[in-house]
């Protein structure tokens, strides 16, 4: 019997996806729920597994194709797996292999138990995971299993490879070396041409090629325009020091972003214009109820949000918690979708060692979103005199279909007040 595992709808909006690796060939068999592809959504990578055994007959396209929901992404024939008619092929269970005389028969090996994260960050590493002995629950492989085997293979390796060098300096007297030292010659003169070539053409695909999509719906769809001005934190660099002390104790990490995080959820509840949305097709504004921030986080893969919910009835201490987790997930690529999703304003920060101002692009289809930027030590003029104090620079993009310049100041002079005045947020308990 043919079965189609046609794509699903894995999450809120999906219409279509791109097909970033095969893990399985045409002519593998598979097992129920074993991974099968990799695929790149609007929001995030997935890894897909298979619903049924069988033998895949046919997969939807080459990595880089893109397949629309309700479309086939393989076809598997299942009775072929059942009856026992497919053969295996290389990459499948092999049969043992015959000992030689006076050996005891190895065992097959059997497949191990891991979750999809830690089974592609194996292949990633070229480990083959059968190999690794699980430490988990049930013999599960744990990511530390992975880094302990690629730590015993690296060390092997690195003995293996002095023990060669020593007997070939014994047997050759040297001479191995210099026919080392020609062949290192040999490689640097036919590496010329690589080293002279004037591009190199990197496929956009995956992550990135989702990002390139939404900033440009975003800035072709949005008039952007863009506040700017700088404020004085010196108040909420002492509190923020004096907190992350104490939290510190908790193993627990306090950077900026909590108070930022308070301060404009504040200020959305003042002008509930900029947690909105603009429906296109009935001309209705969206006003938002609830006050779910997204973070941009920038990652090795490109630029992830992932969404704090319910920022407003959160505390200090528990946004730093959060903020964390997430941040560790987004680096890892392990977010799961719905932590991608649902965001109603968004906040980016070039951090300690970012520029002073920037533009950041809206997080289409939101209205609005606050940049936080460098805090700097700078002169400034209080009460007519020359002090030194903590300044940061701030910045806020609005859609000006929806927001003018004069309301997108006041939200601006707001969050500023809050974060000049940061005692004040450490009254929202939660």
């Known amino acids: 019997m043919i079965y189609e595992f046609k794509l699903p709808d894995i999450g809120e909006g999906l219409h279509e996806a791109e097909i970033i690796r095969w893990l399985v060939r045409e002519g593998d068999v598979v097992n129920a729920d074993q991974p099968i592809a990799e695929i790149q959504t609007d929001k995030a990578m997935v890894e897909m597994t298979t619903p049924v055994a069988g033998k895949v007959v046919a997969l939807a396209g080459p990595e880089g194709a893109t397949v629309k929901v309700g479309e086939p992404l393989i076809v598997v024939e299942i009775e072929a797996a059942v009856a026992g008619e497919a053969a295996p092929t290389e990459d499948s269970v092999r049969e043992p292999v015959p000992a030689a005389r006076g050996e005891a028969p190895r065992p097959a090996r059997k497949r191990a138990i891991a979750a999809p994260s830690v089974r592609k960050r194996a292949r990633e ?33 690195t003995v293996a490879a002095r023990d060669e060098a020593k007997k070939d300096t014994l047997l050759t007297g040297g001479a191995a070396e210099g026919q080392q030292a020609s062949i ?20 956009l695909r995956g992550l990135r090629k989702k990002i390139a999509e939404k900033m440009v719906k975003s800035v072709y ?37 909590p108070f930022i995080i308070k301060a404009v959820t504040r200020a959305l509840k003042e002008y509930p214009m900029f947690n909105a949305v603009l429906d296109e097709e009935t001309n209705e504004i969206v006003l938002k109820k609830r006050y779910h921030i997204g973070i941009a986080t920038a990652t090795k893969a490109g630029l992830l949000v992932p969404v704090i ?24 690529q392990a977010l799961r979708l719905e932590e991608l999703q649902g965001s109603t304003f968004t906040i980016t920060s070039t951090g300690a060692g970012g520029g002073w101002f920037a533009t950041p692009i809206i997080n289409y289809p939101e209205v609005a979103i606050f940049g936080a930027h460098a805090i700097k030590r700078k002169p400034v003029v209080i ?6 104090r903590d300044m940061m620079g701030i910045s806020l ?14 939200f601006m002079r707001t969050v500023a007040h809050y974060l000049s005045h940061p005692e004040v947020l450490l009254l929202d308990v939660r």
């Open 383 to 388: 009460d007519d005199e020359i002090v030194i």
């Open 125 to 157: 590493l070229g480990v083959p995971i059968n190999e690794v002995e699980g430490t988990g629950e049930g013999g599960r492989v744990t990511l530390a299993d992975l880094e302990r085997y690629v730590r015993e293979r690296e060390a092997a390796a």
């Open 397 to 410: 993009t609005f859609d000006h279909r929806v927001i003018d310049g004069e309301p997108a100041g006041r």
């Open 221 to 257: 769809t949005a008039p952007h325009a863009t506040g700017m001005d700088e404020i004085d934190v010196t108040k909420l660099v002492e509190i923020r020091k004096s907190l992350a002390s104490e939290l510190a104790k908790e193993q627990i990490k306090l950077t900026y972003l």
């Open 184 to 203: 290192a010659t040999w490689t640097s003169i036919a590496g010329l041409d690589t080293l002279f070539e004037e591009e190199e053409r990197v496929p």
């Open 309 to 332: 919910r319910d920022a407003d009835q959160k505390s200090i201490r528990e946004l730093a918690v959060e903020i964390a987790e997430l941040s560790e997930k987004a680096h890892r």
